[in-house]
Each structure stands twice: as structure tokens, then as C-alpha cells.
């Protein structure tokens, strides 16, 4: 995170910096419990930012943001050229992959927040294959099965969670990805998240589009479902048997063989939801049921075809029933086609789970017996589910043979390649060359990692790293671009570094849990936090006193410190404002001045050390939502400055008098999307530099002008800034196109 506090800085040291990595993510035993949402935990980082007073700004309202502000904001004089600064040897969540026909080496799949990129050489290498002002969130890829160089990139991740991001229409290529025009749009009806897309073997005009959607989106209806063009993309028509109200479509296929058959699952409500079936090229549908489970418990179901003998289908579905664990209902297997279905799966997934989220399977393109299907881990059998055994372990050593990554999202068995298994998942992609039996991580160049936040050690600057989803803590000791590893497993949250000591670093994971990395050695410092004070928390926001290396702080719903490096906490608050603290910021002689801001938007302070605090002094200045960063201008403690999140509101705010007052520096200049960081210069305390959906923002004037400083950046959202000052370096952490860097002058 950037601080405008931390100590001087000095050249990077000679011995490069040891840190010992703590414990990975455990895998819980038995199965999961039951759940009352579909949304993933890490939902709630993303809900107490985007949702008020809708649930996200869309697309339009985005790129609107960013033309009015390049028309009305100068960039700086020296146009800024961020670079990479890594990792590209640690993936993040991949949605999608195809394969070219004849050529199983050509890859390309779809990052959830990274774009399309691509490998001629089976995924050891990748490029970038996606303009980078083009919406990133791709849930689908295609290939027209008639003529591979044309490929389809569905944008709006399809998982059900919030935190999947929405797009804006399917995008075609027809030079084999080299170039993207994007084809259809939300206007013609495109679901914003995509999660399927089919090109008929027969007739490649007519394409289907398999959706989801939220309800309603600003003055827009946000609607899933399933779209059909048949003349080549001039025109689409919702389908409407299923409902015409909103309902979800999850894949759509068609019978390599047997013109006019395509299949499409759906939930939707009432007794609609399962796996709908064509046999006259969509005119009309039919709801396969013998069988099957009951449609009202049928959730997320995911298909395939046995290329080898088309009239044998695999379906795995989630269970979708009140009070179940979101775990697998069945895998099933039709001999006939669809008529007829039969239970393969016996107890073998009872302790699977997150089926909304993870739900994908697979067929040998060979062996119509051997199946492969995905939720957290992934599954395989040989005898067409006679038996199954587990095909990975997602909590086994990174590297091992028996490892890959969690949270599979779509799997592929490649028709020119017989043994070949790629898997898209949150880890990036992973690969088997025997059936399932032993993996591979193949995310090398593919820097496609979601951050939520950065920091550098003042010290040494070749120490950089911070929390990203489902990666854990990822930190570099070289500065170089691909040797990332995992100091700390789960979902990564805050990490801080001791501004006079690069080796000590204070990391988190979801829920408060924290380790403290000191000379060579990991320990457990989580603050105990008390359930009843703790709702609503993912991840933890964590601040050093810049005056002592040994006190740091975090919260829940209320403020804690520790003064002996973790070793005990004490409770500085009661409950603020029943909302989890969102920043903290140390400041002042002797760290007597120290600022608390929450999700509620509210801001509170202590002028004595934490002996005593002020009540909510956000007023009716403040816009009341989420205060996502606090930072103070150096020497002047009292001189504060905050970042708030949503839409439909101003970001950017100074107080002269520690909070009493406060002044909307943003005055409509900077876009009107969630901001999410920002810090003061410390050798220019007048320059301050934000964050935000649509780029990073300067003003070297406190506020009386801004400037451009986006640059080169992908469309992305930037999630955090931290500064180096012997190196006047920026770097700022994006959620899916991993950390960029910049040399300021």
C-alpha cells in the first residue's frame, strides 16, 4: 500500500533481502457446509466499493468517463511509460480456452480481468493477443469449427460471484486473434457476462450466445439468456422458451454430427431450470428430464459432447436445492443423445463444492469412456464413471505433479492431441499430458494476476509484492518480472514492509488472518478478533507507525494495535460504525495523530496516541460511502486527504483541520468511478497521486489541477499505488494485468 510516512529510503543493499515463505491455504475436511449465497466471501471487497448506488457502473458509462476526462485533463509533459513489474511467471483467474484444430500448440484463452492472449508452443510461452483499451473480463472464447482463424472472445466473466466483472458484446477475429472488432453488443441484446459461446459445424452464420445477468443495471435490464444470430451477427434475437423473464444460460452446443441438434443448460425460475434440447436448429426446445434430477434443483450445469460418438453426452450439475453446500447434485450420462440419462457419480464428489463458481467437464476426443470435470479440484474415470478418483490436488506443493490450481472454469481434451488436458482455472492454466494423471502449470508470460494492493520495502527495492485472489501473498527479492513465489497461501490480502527493514513484512488472508516475516522466519500474528465484530470483513487493512517498526495497525469493526511486533493486541475502539474499517493512517510527533475511515464512509480520529477519539467526523461533507485510503501530507499532520469509492458521488477530499472541515479537491474533474488508493509525493508534498476504474490520476498543485497519468495502461482496474523515493519509482497494482511500474522525473 503507499504511505506517506515511511522512513528515507536508501539505495537497494548489496545481499539480496531473505524471506521465508509461511503456510499455504489448508483444505477444509469433510464437505462444505451449506451456503446461503452463491457468492464467493472475497464478493464483499468488491460490494463495499462498486455498489451504491448501483451495482456497478457499466461499460459505457466507463468509457464515458474516460473520453470526458481525455478531452478535458492534459497529460503530463513527458507522456509516462509504465512497464511490467510482474509477475509473468504466476497466473491469475482464466475463464476459457480453444485450441487450434490441426495444430494443438496454438492456444488461446480468456483471463476474468487480463484479455485474450495466446502460445504457439502449448502454453510454455504467451502473448498478449487483446487490445489493451478494450474491455479485459473475457468469459467465453470460440473457434468456427469451419475455419479456425476466426474466433469469438465473449467479454463479462459468467461465474456466479459479484466479483465477476461485466463486459460489453462478443468480439470476433478473423486472422486467428491477431486483431479483435467487436461484433455484438449490450444493445442488441449481449448478456454482460458471457459464459458460452457456439458456432454452428454446419452453418457458421448462425452463432449462439449463452449468458447471465444481475436484474438491472443503471436504466438498462441486465438480462441472461440465450442470444441467436443466423445471419452472421446483423441481427439477434433473444430466446424465449425457457421465459421471458430474466434467467441464466450456461453453455450452449452443437451435435458436431447430426445437423439442426443443439443443446443449452439454463437456470431459471420455477421447474424450467436443466438441459433444453433442439433437433430442428432451434426452432423448437425440449426440457430433458428422465433421468435427470428435478429442475428445481438443478443449478449450474455444465455439458459435453464424446466427439467420438456424438449420441454420448456427460452433464455435471450443481446442486442447487435450500441448505445444500452449492455441491455437486450428479454427473450423468446419456448414451441416446439426450433421451435418456443415467446417474455416474456416486459418492465420489460429496465433498466437492462452489459448483456456481467452478463447473466445467470434458470428453476424450478418442475414448468416449474417459471424462475429466472440474469444481475446486478435478475429477477423472476411464470407464465412463464405473470409478473415479481424484485427477488433482489443489493444496499439494506448487510445482508437484499432483498439483493444480483451485477453481476450474473450463476444461479442453484437444482432437489432434489424444491424452492432452488443459485446464482454465484461478491459477491461470494448468496441463496434462497423460489423461489427468500428472500436471503442469503453463502460465509463464501470461501476467494476468488480480491485485489488491502493492508494496515495495524502502530499503530495497528489488522486494515488491502484495495480496492477490486465490494466489495468496506473491512477492519478488530480485525486482525481476518472473520469479514471483507465494510468501503466504489463501486469498492474499494487505501486506505492508517495514520501511527501514525490507526482510520485515506483516502479510494477511481473508478474514484477518495474518503472519509477521522477520529475520529469515514466519510467525502467526492474527489479532483476535471476536466474531460479533468481524461482519461483513474480507480483508484487512494493515498500517505501520512510522515511528516504530515493532506497532502496527489493523481492524475489524474496531481499531486494534500491536506494539511488540504481533506478539499481543490490544482494542484502541469499540465498534466504529458496524462496518469494517477500510483505511488507517499514523501520523504526526511521536504517531499521536491517527486517522480510522470505514466502509460506511465514516472518519474518525485520535489526536492523543488512541486514548481518546472523535466521533464520526465525515458530517455532511463526505459522501458517505466507502473511504477506501487515507494519506496525510509529510510534516503537516493535520493537512488529510481521502479517496472514496462508488459512482454517482466526488472522490477526491482534503481536510486542513484533522477532519473538522473538509473540501472536495475532485470537483467533477477526475472520473466519476470507484477510487480506490492514493498517496502525497513525500519529496513533493504538493503532487498527490490517485487511483481508480479508469486509470491513475496526479495533480502537482493539491488539487487545483489534475493530469492524466494513465498512459499506456491496460483497461483495468488499478487497485493500489505505493512510491519508491530512492528510485522515484511508482508502482501500481491492477486487479488482472498484474503490477506496472514507472520512473517519475
Same mark, same amino acid.
Given at each position: 500500500?503507499?504511505?506517506?510516512?515511511?522512513?528515507?529510503?536508501?539505495?537497494?543493499?548489496?545481499?539480496?533481502?531473505?524471506?521465508?515463505?509461511?503456510?499455504?491455504?489448508?483444505?477444509?475436511?469433510?464437505?462444505?457446509?451449506?451456503?446461503?449465497?452463491?457468492?464467493?466471501?472475497?464478493?464483499?471487497?468488491?460490494?463495499?466499493?462498486?455498489?451504491?448506488?448501483?451495482?456497478?457502473?457499466?461499460?459505457?458509462?466507463?468509457?464515458?468517463?474516460?473520453?470526458?476526462?481525455?478531452?478535458?485533463?492534459?497529460?503530463?509533459?513527458?507522456?509516462?511509460?509504465?512497464?511490467?513489474?510482474?509477475?509473468?511467471?504466476?497466473?491469475?483467474?482464466?475463464?476459457?480456452?480453444?485450441?487450434?484444430?490441426?495444430?494443438?500448440?496454438?492456444?488461446?484463452?480468456?483471463? $476474468? /480481468?487480463? #484479455? &485474450?492472449? =495466446? %502460445?504457439?508452443? +502449448? *502454453?510454455?510461452? !504467451? @502473448?498478449?493477443?487483446?487490445?489493451?483499451?478494450?474491455?479485459?473480463?473475457?468469459?467465453?472464447?470460440?473457434?468456427?469449427?469451419?475455419?479456425?482463424?476466426?474466433?469469438?472472445?465473449?467479454?463479462?466473466?459468467?461465474?456466479?460471484?459479484?466479483?465477476?466483472? $461485466? /463486459?460489453? #458484446? &462478443?468480439? =470476433? %477475429?478473423?486472422? +486467428? *486473434?491477431?486483431? !479483435? @472488432?467487436?461484433?455484438?453488443?449490450?444493445?442488441?441484446?449481449?448478456?454482460?457476462?458471457?459464459?458460452?459461446?457456439?458456432?454452428?459445424?454446419?452453418?457458421?452464420?448462425?452463432?449462439?450466445?449463452?449468458?447471465?445477468?444481475?436484474?438491472?443495471?443503471?436504466?438498462?435490464?441486465?438480462?441472461?439468456?440465450?442470444?441467436?444470430?443466423?445471419?452472421?451477427?446483423?441481427?439477434?434475437?433473444?430466446?424465449?422458451?425457457?421465459?421471458?423473464?430474466?434467467?441464466?444460460?450456461?453453455?450452449?452446443?452443437?451435435?458436431?454430427?447430426?445437423?439442426?441438434?443443439?443443446?443449452?443448460?439454463?437456470?431459471?425460475?420455477?421447474?424450467?431450470?436443466?438441459?433444453?434440447?433442439?433437433?430442428?436448429?432451434?426452432?423448437?426446445?425440449?426440457?430433458?428430464?428422465?433421468?435427470?434430477?428435478?429442475?428445481?434443483?438443478?443449478?449450474?450445469?455444465?455439458?459435453?459432447?464424446?466427439?467420438?460418438?456424438?449420441?454420448?453426452?456427460?452433464?455435471?450439475?450443481?446442486?442447487?436445492?435450500?441448505?445444500?453446500?452449492?455441491?455437486?447434485?450428479?454427473?450423468?450420462?446419456?448414451?441416446?443423445?439426450?433421451?435418456?440419462?443415467?446417474?455416474?457419480?456416486?459418492?465420489?464428489?460429496?465433498?466437492?463444492?462452489?459448483?456456481?463458481?467452478?463447473?466445467?467437464?470434458?470428453?476424450?476426443?478418442?475414448?468416449?469412456?474417459?471424462?475429466?470435470?472440474?469444481?475446486?479440484?478435478?475429477?477423472?474415470?476411464?470407464?465412463?464413471?464405473?470409478?473415479?478418483?481424484?485427477?488433482?490436488?489443489?493444496?499439494?506443493?506448487?510445482?508437484?505433479?499432483?498439483?493444480?490450481?483451485?477453481?476450474?472454469?473450463?476444461?479442453?481434451?484437444?482432437?489432434?492431441?489424444?491424452?492432452?488436458?488443459?485446464?482454465?482455472?484461478?491459477?491461470?492454466?494448468?496441463?496434462?499430458?497423460?489423461?489427468?494423471?500428472?500436471?503442469?502449470?503453463?502460465?509463464?508470460?501470461?501476467?494476468?494476476?488480480?491485485?489488491?494492493?502493492?508494496?515495495?520495502?524502502?530499503?530495497?527495492?528489488?522486494?515488491?509484492?502484495?495480496?492477490?485472489?486465490?494466489?495468496?501473498?506473491?512477492?519478488?527479492?530480485?525486482?525481476?518480472?518472473?520469479?514471483?513465489?507465494?510468501?503466504?497461501?489463501?486469498?492474499?490480502?494487505?501486506?505492508?514492509?517495514?520501511?527501514?527493514?525490507?526482510?520485515?513484512?506483516?502479510?494477511?488472508?481473508?478474514?484477518?488472518?495474518?503472519?509477521?516475516?522477520?529475520?529469515?522466519?514466519?510467525?502467526?500474528?492474527?489479532?483476535?478478533?471476536?466474531?460479533?465484530?468481524?461482519?461483513?470483513?474480507?480483508?484487512?487493512?494493515?498500517?505501520?507507525?512510522?515511528?516504530?517498526?515493532?506497532?502496527?495497525?489493523?481492524?475489524?469493526?474496531?481499531?486494534?494495535?500491536?506494539?511488540?511486533?504481533?506478539?499481543?493486541?490490544?482494542?484502541?475502539?469499540?465498534?466504529?460504525?458496524?462496518?469494517?474499517?477500510?483505511?488507517?493512517?499514523?501520523?504526526?510527533?511521536?504517531?499521536?495523530?491517527?486517522?480510522?475511515?470505514?466502509?460506511?464512509?465514516?472518519?474518525?480520529?485520535?489526536?492523543?496516541?488512541?486514548?481518546?477519539?472523535?466521533?464520526?467526523?465525515?458530517?455532511?461533507?463526505?459522501?458517505?460511502?466507502?473511504?477506501?485510503?487515507?494519506?496525510?501530507?509529510?510534516?503537516?499532520?493535520?493537512?488529510?486527504?481521502?479517496?472514496?469509492?462508488?459512482?454517482?458521488?466526488?472522490?477526491?477530499?482534503?481536510?486542513?483541520?484533522?477532519?473538522?472541515?473538509?473540501?472536495?479537491?475532485?470537483?467533477?474533474?477526475?472520473?466519476?468511478?470507484?477510487?480506490?488508493?492514493?498517496?502525497?509525493?513525500?519529496?513533493?508534498?504538493?503532487?498527490?497521486?490517485?487511483?481508480?476504474?479508469?486509470?491513475?490520476?496526479?495533480?502537482?498543485?493539491?488539487?487545483?489541477?489534475?493530469?492524466?497519468?494513465?498512459?499506456?495502461?491496460?483497461?483495468?482496474?488499478?487497485?493500489?499505488?505505493?512510491?519508491?523515493?530512492?528510485?522515484?519509482?511508482?508502482?501500481?497494482?491492477?486487479?488482472?494485468?498484474?503490477?506496472?511500474?514507472?520512473?517519475?522525473?
Amino acid at each position: 500500500m503507499a504511505t506517506s510516512s515511511s522512513k528515507s529510503s536508501s539505495p537497494a543493499a548489496a545481499a539480496p533481502t531473505v524471506l521465508r515463505a509461511g503456510p499455504p491455504k489448508a483444505r477444509a475436511k469433510g464437505a462444505p457446509p451449506p451456503r446461503t449465497s452463491r457468492h464467493k466471501n472475497r464478493a464483499a471487497w468488491f460490494r463495499a466499493r462498486v455498489t451504491w448506488p448501483l451495482r456497478e457502473a457499466d461499460l459505457d458509462h466507463l468509457r464515458g468517463e474516460i473520453r470526458r476526462v481525455s478531452r478535458t485533463l492534459a497529460t503530463p509533459a513527458k507522456k509516462l511509460a509504465w512497464s511490467l513489474a510482474g509477475p509473468s511467471n504466476i497466473g491469475g483467474r482464466c475463464t476459457s480456452v480453444v485450441a487450434h484444430p490441426t495444430d494443438p500448440q496454438r492456444l488461446w484463452i480468456g483471463a $476474468a /480481468g487480463g #484479455g &485474450v492472449w =495466446r %502460445s504457439t508452443d +502449448g *502454453g510454455l510461452t !504467451w @502473448k498478449p493477443s487483446w487490445k489493451s483499451k478494450t474491455p479485459l473480463q473475457i468469459g467465453a472464447l470460440a473457434m468456427d469449427p469451419a475455419n479456425p482463424a476466426v474466433l469469438y472472445a465473449g467479454t463479462g466473466e459468467a461465474n456466479l460471484s459479484a466479483d465477476s466483472y $461485466a /463486459g460489453d #458484446g &462478443v468480439y =470476433r %477475429s478473423i486472422n +486467428g *486473434g491477431r486483431s !479483435w @472488432k467487436r461484433w455484438a453488443g449490450v444493445a442488441q441484446g449481449i448478456p454482460r457476462r458471457i459464459g458460452s459461446i457456439a458456432v454452428d459445424p454446419f452453418d457458421p452464420a448462425h452463432v449462439r450466445v449463452a449468458g447471465v445477468g444481475f436484474g438491472r443495471v443503471s436504466a438498462d435490464n441486465d438480462f441472461g439468456g440465450l442470444l441467436v444470430t443466423r445471419d452472421g451477427g446483423a441481427s439477434w434475437v433473444r430466446e424465449t422458451f425457457v421465459g421471458t423473464a430474466n434467467h441464466w444460460c450456461h453453455q450452449v452446443l452443437f451435435d458436431p454430427a447430426t445437423p439442426g441438434t443443439v443443446y443449452a443448460t439454463f437456470t431459471a425460475p420455477g421447474a424450467r431450470s436443466g438441459i433444453w434440447r433442439s433437433t430442428d436448429g432451434g426452432a423448437s426446445w425440449v426440457l430433458l428430464k428422465t433421468g435427470l434430477p428435478a429442475p428445481d434443483r438443478t443449478g449450474r450445469t455444465s455439458l459435453a459432447i464424446a466427439s467420438s460418438n456424438p449420441k454420448i453426452l456427460y452433464a455435471i450439475c450443481a446442486d442447487a436445492g435450500p441448505g445444500t453446500s452449492d455441491g455437486v447434485l450428479g454427473v450423468f450420462r446419456s448414451a441416446n443423445g439426450g433421451n435418456t440419462w443415467a446417474s455416474i457419480s456416486g459418492n465420489h464428489f460429496t465433498d466437492e463444492g462452489q459448483m456456481s463458481y467452478g463447473n466445467c467437464i470434458a470428453v476424450h476426443p478418442t475414448n468416449p469412456n474417459h471424462v475429466i470435470c472440474g469444481g475446486v479440484d478435478l475429477h477423472v474415470t476411464t470407464d465412463a464413471g464405473g470409478t473415479w478418483r481424484r485427477a488433482s490436488q489443489w493444496d499439494a506443493e506448487r510445482g508437484s505433479a499432483s498439483y493444480a490450481h483451485a477453481d476450474h472454469h473450463r476444461l479442453l481434451m484437444p482432437a489432434a492431441m489424444p491424452g492432452r488436458v488443459i485446464s482454465a482455472n484461478d491459477g491461470g492454466m494448468d496441463l496434462s499430458e497423460d489423461g489427468g494423471r500428472t500436471w503442469a502449470n503453463r502460465s509463464n508470460g501470461l501476467s494476468v494476476t488480480m491485485y489488491y494492493d502493492v508494496d515495495v520495502a524502502q530499503t530495497d527495492a528489488r522486494v515488491l509484492g502484495g495480496g492477490a485472489q486465490d494466489n495468496g501473498t506473491l512477492v519478488t527479492t530480485t525486482g525481476a518480472v518472473n520469479d514471483a513465489f507465494e510468501l503466504l497461501g489463501g486469498d492474499g490480502g494487505f501486506m505492508v514492509v517495514d520501511p527501514a527493514d525490507a526482510g520485515h513484512i506483516v502479510a494477511s488472508y481473508q478474514f484477518g488472518g495474518m503472519y509477521r516475516f522477520r529475520g529469515g522466519s514466519a510467525r502467526k500474528v492474527s489479532p483476535p478478533f471476536k466474531p460479533s465484530e468481524s461482519g461483513g470483513i474480507w480483508m484487512v487493512y494493515i498500517a505501520f507507525d512510522p515511528n516504530d517498526s515493532n506497532t502496527f495497525y489493523t481492524g475489524n469493526q474496531c481499531l486494534y494495535r500491536t506494539r511488540n511486533d504481533g506478539l499481543s493486541w490490544d482494542k484502541l475502539t469499540p465498534v466504529l460504525d458496524g462496518s469494517p474499517v477500510s483505511a488507517i493512517e499514523v501520523a504526526g510527533p511521536g504517531s499521536k495523530t491517527i486517522y480510522v475511515t470505514t466502509e460506511n464512509g465514516s472518519f474518525f480520529r485520535s489526536l492523543d496516541g488512541g486514548a481518546t477519539w472523535s466521533g464520526n467526523l465525515a458530517g455532511g461533507a463526505l459522501p458517505g460511502v466507502m473511504i477506501t485510503r487515507i494519506a496525510t501530507q509529510p510534516g503537516a499532520p493535520k493537512t488529510v486527504y481521502v479517496t472514496c469509492a462508488n459512482s454517482g458521488n466526488r472522490h477526491v477530499w482534503m481536510s486542513t483541520d484533522a477532519g473538522s472541515t473538509w473540501t472536495d479537491i475532485d470537483g467533477g474533474r477526475l472520473p466519476d468511478v470507484p477510487h480506490h488508493a492514493l498517496f502525497v509525493r513525500p519529496d513533493r508534498p504538493a503532487e498527490l497521486w490517485v487511483c481508480n476504474d479508469a486509470g491513475v490520476y496526479v495533480t502537482a498543485d493539491g488539487g487545483l489541477t489534475w493530469l492524466n497519468a494513465t498512459g499506456n495502461l491496460p483497461f483495468v482496474m488499478v487497485v493500489d499505488l505505493v512510491y519508491h523515493r530512492a528510485t522515484k519509482t511508482l508502482y501500481a497494482a491492477t486487479y488482472g494485468r498484474s503490477i506496472w511500474k514507472v520512473v517519475l522525473t
